[in-house]
C-alpha cells in the first residue's frame, strides 16, 4: 500500500485515481499509522508554498515525513509543491523555510525574454539529461506543466538532476532523484499516459 | 518548447452536454462521461467542462458527473459554471478537478479571484470572460451566462483580473459561439497582446483552421472549441495533425502499455 499524503492542499483525488488505474493499492491519508505502514509516500501540491508548509506543520507531519523519508530512506515521490518543498526555502510571498532535504531555493520564474507567459502552464517538452529509472522506456518525454516558480538547485546538488525544461530561457529543472527521493514539477498523473508510464516506473521501483 | 494547447470545451446543461449557439442551448449531443472518454483517449491537451444549467436542481448531478469523469481523465480537467465561494471551489477539487473557471462571481466580487487565487494557487484559477459586441461594435463583457451586460470593457476586465491573481482567461466571443464563423480574432488579439497569462479562445470554431488562425492571429495560447468536435469523426486526432500540418508547435501523444480504465455505465455514476 502506498499513501498519498493529505495536507489540504494537493490535487490528491488525481493521483489517487492514477495510481488506481495502475492497479496499485493506495491511499489518501494524514494518519502517522498509515503512512508509517505504507511502503511508499506520495506527496502531491498545487497552491502556495508557505500555505503547504503550515499545513504539513499543523498536521504534524513534517516529523513523520523527516522520519520516514529520511531516517528509515521509505521510497518518496514529490510532484510540483512536493518538488518544492524539498529545498530549503522558498521566496514565493516571502522567505519561508522548506525541508531542506536538498541543497536549493525556490524563485519565481523570470526571464528576461518578454514574451514568457507566467504560470508556466501547458505541455513542455522535457529533456532527460541523466539516465533515470523513472524515465525507462519513455521517448520524447512531453508533460504537463502547472507553477509560477521552480527550483534553483545548489551546485552541489548538480549529480541528482534526471531533466530539465527550457522555458524561454529559464531552465527549469524538471525532475531529481537522490537517494530514495524522486521529485518532479511536472504532473505525472494528468500527462496522458507518458505520465502514466513513469508513474508505473515508480511503482517498480518499490516492488 | 510550449506546446500550444487544444482544449475542447464541454457544455453541460441539466446533466447532458449539448450544443451552445450564441449561449442557448440547443441539442444534447451526449453524456459528459461518453464526451470526455472520447476526448480521454485522443489528442486533446485538456478538458473543459461547464455547467450551464440554470436549474440548481442538477447541481448536485454535476458534481457526481465531475466525480465520475476524474476517474478517467488524465489530463487536465477544469471546471465551471455557476463557482461563487471558496467552498464549492474545494468541493470540485476534492472531486478531482485540477483547474476552475470563475465567471459572473468575479466580475460580482473581483476579491473572489484574489481570495481563490491565494487559496489554490494563481495557476489554479481561470477567468472566464464572455464577450459581445454592442450596436455601436463596442465589446462588452456579459455575466450571468450571456444574460446580462455589465458594460465593462473586456480589456480593461482582463487586465484587471490578471492583477486580483488569475493565472489564465478563456475568452469567449457570444456572436460567434457555434456560429462556425470562426473565432474573433481581433478581440482575442486585444486581450492575448495586453495580458501576460495565457489565454484560451473559444466560440466559433468551424473549420482546423480556425485553430491555427486563433494562435498564429489571435496570438491566442490555447485553443478551444466545442460543438465541431461532436459531430466529426476522429475530430481531435485530426486537428491536431491539422495544426502540425501548419506549422504549430503541438503535442502529439504516445500510448503506451498501460491498463484501460473499466468503462462504467452511465447510471453507475448516479
Known sequence: MIVIIDYDMGNTRSIYNAFTLLEKEVVISDDPKIIS????????????????????????????????VIDKKKPYLGICLGLEFLAERSYEGGTYQGLGWIKGEIIKIESKNSSIKVPHIGWDDTKIVKNDVLFNEIEDPIYYYLHSYYLKLDPRENNILTSICNYGGVEIISSIHKNNIFATQFHPEKSQETGLKLLKNFLETIS | MLKNRLIPNVIVNNGNVVQSKQFKHTNVVSNAITAVDFFNSWAVDEIIVLDVSRHTDYRNNFHRIIEGL????????????????????????AEGADKICINTQAVINPEFIKD?????????????IDVKKNLNDKYEVFIDRGRKNTNVDPVEWAVKAQDYGAGEILLTSIDRDGTKLGYDLELIRMISEKISIPVIAFGGVGKWQDLVDGIKIGKADAVSAANIFHYTEHSTFNAKEYMVKAGLNVRMPKFYKLPTPRKPKYNEIF
Open chain 1, 37 to 68: 505502514d505504507s511502503e511508499a509516500i506520495i506527496l502531491p501540491g498545487v497552491g502556495a508554498f508557505s500555505d503547504g508548509m503550515n499545513n504539513l506543520r499543523k498536521k504534524g507531519l513534517i516529523n513523520i515525513l523527516n522520519e520516514e
Open chain 2, 70 to 93: 476524474s476517474k478517467r481523465c488524465f489530463i487536465p480537467l477544469t471546471v465551471g459554471g455557476w463557482i461563487k465561494n471558496l467552498d464549492e471551489i474545494k468541493k470540485f477539487l
Open chain 2, 116 to 128: 481563490s487565487s491565494n487559496m489554490f494557487g494563481s495557476q489554479c484559477i481561470i477567468v472566464s
